[in-house]
Structures are given as structure tokens and as C-alpha cells.
């Protein structure tokens, strides 16, 4: 009896720390301990001890440049970021892998241009006619129309 009550008592603290961990990924933290070696190295030890797989252009991030990473607990966020040097970086999860790009950021000029684009886009008009078989003749029921010059296609 001393047994079951001991095994329901351990299942119970395993279900509750498990419902105070994140469901993002990026949140969970990792026990790291003190080492200096590569953004190489660093990332694949970080896959090692997370699950996780990175993967990513070696033009954005430079491989061999060495990092000091103090011992601590991190989040993986946290400590991909501190290797890597930098928040500039955006992270997407993938099941088991995680992709790391530069954040896209758009320039003060092109972000107008997008507000200008959105209000003109708000402008409408109407098409009307009868799309008919080039072969046949006969009236089409169901087909996709573009509008030249706009990128619009509209399904009919």
C-alpha cells in the first residue's frame, strides 16, 4: 500500500510540474553549464541538451565567432539569442527544428508606401460580363477572371 501511495504521490508532482511548464517551446529553460567555444559548437550543444535542431544560413550567422556563455539556467530563447549575439534574429519552430533568420524589417519609406498601397486599395469597382469558351462558344459557369495590372484574379 506504502508503495501505490508513493508512485500516485510522484505521478501527482510530475503532472503538476508539467502544467507549469510553457507551451511555447522558446520559454522552457535548460540548465547550461560555463563554456566558451564556437556560435558552432554553442548551437549544437544547445541541440543536444534542448531536442531541438537549428537550422540557418551560414551568411547571417557567423559560425566561428567565439562566445563566452556564463553556467545558468536559460530559456532557450534567451540563450540561442545570447549566442548568436544579437536579437535581430527571428525563430520559428518546426516540430524538432527551429529556423533562425534576420528579422525582416521594412525601411521608414517602403512602410509609407505600404500605408499609401492600402488606402488606394480600399477604391473598388465592378466588372461585369460573359466569360464564353474560346472552342465552343457557349457561356462558361465557372472560371477565374484577372484584371490586368492589378494582380487581382477573381473567381466567377
Known sequence: MKHICLFLTLLLLCINL???ESDDP???SFR?????NTVYELLNRISDISGFNFIYDSNIVNNERKVKL?????TLEEVVF????SRDYSLQIYEKYILI????TLPPLAIQ???NHLADSLHFFSVSGTVFDKIEK??????SVSVEGTGLDIRL
Open 26 to 28: 522558446l520559454k522552457q
Open 101 to 104: 533568420d534576420k528579422k525582416k
Open 32 to 36: 547550461f553549464v560555463k563554456q566558451k
Open 18 to 20: 508539467r502544467a507549469g
Open 70 to 74: 556564463s553556467a545558468g539556467l536559460y
Open 138 to 143: 457557349i457561356p462558361v459557369a465557372y472560371c
Open 113 to 115: 508606401a505600404k500605408k
Open 82 to 85: 545570447y549566442v548568436l549575439g
